[in-house]
T-cell receptor
Framework: NAGVTQTPKFRVLKTGQSMTLLCAQD?????MYWYRQDPGMGLRLIHY???????AKGEVPDGYNVSRLKKQNFLLGLESAAPSQTSVYFC????????????FGEGSRLTVL | AQKITQTQPGMFVQEKEAVTLDCTYD???????LFWYKQPSSGEMIFLIY??????QNATEGRYSLNFQKARKSANLVISASQLGDSAMYFC????????????FGPGTRLSVLP
């Protein structure tokens, strides 16, 4: 069972470069999320989607864009990377109900020099 | 304002003892869900336990139980008979919103189990 898969797992960028993180889930979940994890700050929500073709901003959306063209995929883009975006990024998916837990990918470690 | 507060950045517990990890939350929604996740040093996020806002009884899953005090808006995680493998970061989280779309996490508590 693949569950939630994130690619790439590791990436080093230079300031100003762009990149896209891909999240894919095979559980037919409606909801998908992108979080970033920084030491001492837990997981902070960047963007989320409640269905194909929909996206919404979370707590820390600046500098990021997302797209959900297919139900199973949720892409996170950095148009012009900054050192402040050095972090571990987690994608997660769930059913659309208050009782549904999040299923997480393994995380993607991004370093911006 | 912080929706999830975990006031213990780090905790120590002796192996085989019980430990309580604190979590308080803030919401005006009448319906919400509370979750605990474990993150070992390997980095993956592991779901532990869930409590619904209308659940009358505290949730239990094996050695994990959730001490839910709705009036105090607290959802503490109790781990009984701690094991060395319980050493990890623990995150409290809340799901709320008209469609359950908001899923927020606290800053976490690092638990260290001592032999």
């Amino acid at each position: 069972n693949a569950g939630v898969t994130q690619t790439p797992k590791f990436r080093v960028l230079k300031t100003g470069q762009s990149m896209t993180l891909l999240c894919a889930q095979d559980m037919n979940h409606e909801y998908m999320y992108w979080y970033r994890q920084d030491p001492g700050m837990g997981l902070r929500l960047i963007h989320y989607s409640v269905g194909e073709g929909t996206t919404a901003k979370g707590e820390v959306p600046d500098g990021y864009n997302v797209s959900r063209l297919k139900k199973q995929n949720f892409l996170l883009g950095l148009e012009s990377a900054a050192p402040s975006q050095t972090s571990v990024y987690f994608c997660a998916s769930s059913w659309g109900a208050l009782t549904g837990e999040l299923f997480f990918g393994e995380g993607s470690r991004l370093t911006v020099l | 304002a912080q929706k999830i507060t975990q006031t213990q950045p780090g905790m120590f517990v002796q192996e085989k003892e019980a430990v309580t990890l604190d979590c308080t939350y803030d919401t005006s929604d009448p319906s919400y869900g509370l979750f605990w996740y474990k993150q070992p040093s390997s980095g993956e996020m592991i779901f532990l336990i869930y409590q619904g806002s209308y659940d009358q009884q505290n949730a239990t899953e094996g050695r994990y139980s959730l001490n839910f005090q709705k009036a105090r808006k607290s959802a503490n995680l109790v781990i009984s008979a701690s094991q060395l493998g319980d050493s990890a970061m623990y995150f409290c989280a809340m799901r709320e919103g008209s469609y359950g779309q908001n899923f927020v996490f606290g800053p976490g508590t690092r638990l260290s189990v001592l032999p």
